[in-house]
Each structure stands twice: as C-alpha cells, then as structure tokens.
C-alpha cells in the first residue's frame, strides 16, 4: 500500500512537473515574440496626458513580459503626431516599435490631409484600444445661456457672436465644433488658438463666446465657478461632471463622440507579437491598482481586440468624413 501511494505521488509530481515545464515553454514562446528591447512612439511632449498613459503601460508591459524586457518611451512631437506616425512608417516590422496615437492619427489624417504620408490599413496593424475621453463646451460665466438649448437660441439669434474656440486649427476640438454647428442647424465660426492656455484666457475673460476642449482641462475652471460647461459629446455623463447633461440628451444625439487612444504596430509585425502585446496592455488597463491613475488623467479604460479596432477606425472615418469634407477644410 505504501509503495502504492509513493507511486501515485511520484506520478502526480511528475505530472505537475510536466504542466509546469509546458506551461513555461508556452510563456516563454509567447514573449520571446516581442524582442527583449522595445519602445513606444508618443507624438507629443513628455508630460501630456498621452504621455503619462505610454509610461505608465510601458512599466505595465515591461513588469508583465518578465526582467529581461524594458519598454521605453520614444517621444517624436510635432504635426499634430504625424512625425511619429512617420517613425511608425519606417521602423521595422520586428515587434520593437509600437505607437500610441490619438484619433487624429488613425482617423482624421486620411480626410484632413491631403498627403498624409501613410495610410493605416495598408502601413499599420492594429494592437488594440486604449481608453476614451471627453470633450465639453464651455461658456464664460457671465454668458447669458444656462443650458445646451438656451445656447442654440442664442447662437441663432447672435449670429455676427456665434463663434466658438478650439486649441488648434485641425483638432478633434475643432471638429467637434462643425459637428456641434451641423446638428444644431447653426453656423458657429471657428477661432483657433495656439494652444489651450491663451484660449481658456480669452474664454474667461469673456472675449470668446464658447469653446470646446477636453473635460479634465475644463472641469477645474467649471468648479470654481470662472467658466461654465453647457454640456459634454459623450455618449454617456462624464465622472467628473455628473450634473453636466450631453448633447444627445439636449436633443442633438448627432453631436455625439469621444476622443480616444490606441496602439498601432507596423505592417508585417508578426501575429504573435501583436497577440502578446495586447494581451498585456488589456491587463494593465483593467488592474485594479492602476483604476485611480486611468481615473487621474480622466481616461475611460476599453480595452479592445486589434480586429475590433480597426472596425472602430472604419467606422469613425465614415463618421467623420462628410462633416469636415462638407467644410471645406483641408491641410496641404
């Protein structure tokens, strides 16, 4: 009996000892797909909220593929993000190089430009989804409209008045605007700023009728009572401003969206490595010990597959495409 119960001992250990090897083989496999060295390209600055996120997934990802591996954080900025999307462009296709990118990059560069350079079905592959966030129209404090449909009448009956402020000529802010302008059935004309600072101080100061940008700049100024948000693009009520209806609520459900952040490879990178990657980037956006630092830079996590993706990159160009065409807005 007792020789017996040895042998069935001895069997499950060396079981267990071959689910454990097979186990580590497959891992090992797994992240051997991605080379020990990567990076991640960030259009703009360090600091921004883009590239606080590409940090802190960089720790994530680096921690989830084991001590060999480091993740650095490779900041290109310029054009609006188009010089890192250039880098994207000529990194090889080895798994090493990936690129955050706003929606500008995979969406609005193919209808704004009119050489953008690349072209995200044919040069990048999709990784995954990241996060969203939202963006507010706001009013100076002393602006007569209390609400979304006060401003729509005032809009129309102050139409020389009827303008609203974005950060930059070309940014999601200021398409929000035309889109805001074709729901209502208005005309508000654009005033673009170099930035959002010098906007929110003529926004204050009352020389600027509106603006739009995103919530987590607007709300602090909302709070202390020097601006007020009328209502936010998003599908849903954002955290920070509950007491803030969307515009879809107000009636004009086409004024409706959300800027948001994904993770692109280049073409060619293998299947494998794409696999791994997401699957580690999907990891760290649901880690609860990284919730209160998604909700700091009031990001909304959606972690999504590289196929649904790229069904969201579709599905916005169709979206957006007929508003700014429409406008007749163009960049060389």
Same mark, same amino acid.
């Given at each position: 009996?007792?020789?017996?119960?040895?042998?069935?001992?001895? $069997?499950?250990?060396?079981?267990?000892? !071959?689910?454990?090897?097979?186990? $580590?083989?497959?891992?090992?496999?797994?992240?051997?797909?991605?080379?020990? !060295?990567?990076?991640?390209?960030?259009?703009?600055? %360090?600091?921004?909220?883009?590239?606080?996120?590409?940090?802190?997934?960089?720790?994530?990802?680096?921690?989830?593929?084991?001590?060999?591996?480091?993740?650095?954080?490779?900041?290109?900025?310029?054009?609006?993000?188009?010089?890192?999307?250039?880098?994207?462009?000529?990194?090889?296709?080895?798994?090493?190089? *990936?690129?955050? /990118?706003?929606?500008?990059?995979?969406?609005?560069?193919?209808?704004?430009?009119?050489?953008?350079? *690349?072209?995200? !079905?044919?040069?990048?592959?999709?990784?995954?989804?990241? !996060?969203?966030?939202? =963006?507010?129209?706001?009013?100076?404090?002393?602006?007569?409209?209390?609400?979304?449909?006060? *401003?729509?009448?005032?809009?129309?009956?102050?139409?020389?008045?009827?303008?609203?402020?974005? +950060?930059?000529?070309?940014?999601?802010?200021?398409?929000?605007?035309l889109l805001l302008g074709e729901a209502a059935g208005v005309n508000i004309v654009h005033v673009p700023y170099k930035g959002g600072p010098a906007m929110m101080t003529d926004?204050?100061?009352?020389?600027?009728?509106?603006?739009?940008?995103?919530?987590?700049?607007?709300?602090?100024?909302?709070?202390?009572?020097?601006?007020?948000?009328?209502?936010? =693009?998003?599908?849903?009520?954002?955290?920070?401003?509950?007491?803030?209806?969307?515009?879809?609520?107000?009636?004009?459900?086409?004024?409706?969206?959300?800027?948001?952040?994904?993770?692109? %490879?280049?073409?060619?990178?293998?299947?494998?490595?794409?696999?791994?990657?997401?699957?580690?980037?999907?990891?760290?956006?649901?880690?609860?010990?990284?919730? +209160?630092?998604?909700?700091?830079?009031?990001?909304?996590?959606?972690?999504?597959?590289?196929?649904?993706?790229?069904?969201?990159?579709?599905?916005?160009?169709?979206?957006?495409?007929?508003?700014?065409?429409?406008?007749? =807005? /163009?960049?060389?």
């Amino acid at each position: 009996m007792h020789s017996r119960r040895s042998f069935l001992q001895q $069997s499950l250990l060396a079981a267990s000892s !071959a689910g454990f090897s097979l186990n $580590s083989l497959a891992k090992a496999a797994e992240f051997s797909a991605v080379p020990q !060295a990567s990076r991640i390209l960030v259009g703009f600055g %360090a600091g921004g909220g883009i590239d606080l996120l590409a940090r802190v997934l960089a720790e994530s990802i680096a921690a989830q593929l084991g001590k060999s591996h480091y993740v650095v954080v490779d900041n290109k900025p310029g054009a609006n993000g188009q010089i890192a999307a250039q880098t994207l462009l000529n990194a090889p296709s080895d798994g090493s190089t *990936y690129l955050i /990118a706003p929606l500008i990059t995979p969406v609005l560069s193919q209808i704004v430009y009119k050489k953008p350079g *690349y072209d995200p !079905a044919r040069d990048f592959s999709p990784v995954g989804l990241l !996060a969203h966030f939202q =963006f507010g129209l706001a009013v100076p404090a002393r602006h007569p409209a209390r609400n979304i449909q006060e *401003y729509v009448a005032w809009l129309k009956a102050n139409p020389e008045k009827a303008n609203f402020g974005s +950060p930059a000529v070309g940014s999601l802010p200021h398409f929000f605007g035309l889109l805001l302008g074709e729901a209502a059935g208005v005309n508000i004309v654009h005033v673009p700023y170099k930035g959002g600072p010098a906007m929110m101080t003529d926004l204050i100061s009352g020389q600027l009728a509106s603006a739009i940008q995103t919530t987590s700049e607007l709300a602090p100024l909302h709070k202390e009572g020097k601006v007020r948000i009328l209502g936010t =693009f998003g599908s849903q009520r954002g955290r920070e401003l509950p007491d803030v209806p969307t515009f879809a609520e107000a009636g004009y459900p086409k004024a409706t969206g959300s800027g948001w952040y994904s993770l692109w %490879a280049r073409k060619g990178t293998s299947p494998e490595a794409i696999a791994t990657v997401n699957r580690a980037v999907n990891h760290a956006l649901l880690d609860p010990k990284l919730q +209160p630092k998604w909700a700091e830079l009031s990001l909304q996590p959606d972690p999504r597959t590289p196929q649904a993706l790229e069904q969201l990159r579709v599905a916005e160009v169709a979206k957006w495409r007929p508003v700014i065409t429409n406008s007749g =807005f /163009a960049i060389e």
